[in-house]
């Protein structure tokens, strides 16, 4: 948070895998000041983001935690909106002889518009 702080002038996004769930010190830490864009766009909704323990199983394998993000930053006196935020690779795709996940964890893709 300190190096986000204190570097660049303009709004941030901070992204990957946290390794926390959401209610971790640590997150909690992160969204006192910065925007959980997958919650601030889908309140009601798990997120789970890992894992996928072995890669070659079907789409009924179950994702069992979220500890992926993807955080805005946000400038003061500068607006935002999250437009949208979702998982994606969220499912495996059919190889000769079985499945295949893309990554033990699923993506997010989300969209955000930053007034000027």
């Known amino acids: ?4 702080d204190t570097t660049g002038s303009g709004p941030a996004i901070v992204a990957g895998d946290f390794n926390a769930t959401e209610d971790s010190p ?3 830490a992160l969204t006192d000041k910065w925007v959980d864009t997958y919650r601030a766009a889908n309140p009601g909704d798990e ?3 890992c894992c996928i323990d072995n890669l070659a199983r079907g789409p009924t394998e ?8 993807v955080f805005l930053v946000p400038q003061a006196g500068q607006g935002y909106k999250v437009r949208s935020a979702q998982r994606v690779l969220d499912q495996p795709f059919q190889v000769s002889g079985g499945w295949q996940w ?13 007034e000027q």
């Open 102 to 114: 893309a990554s033990d964890h699923v993506g997010l893709l989300t969209a955000i518009e930053i």
């Open 47 to 49: 997120g789970w983001t």
């Open 62 to 69: 179950a994702m069992e935690e979220r500890i992926d993000y």
């Open 1 to 4: 948070m300190a190096f986000v």
């Open 26 to 28: 640590q997150v909690r």
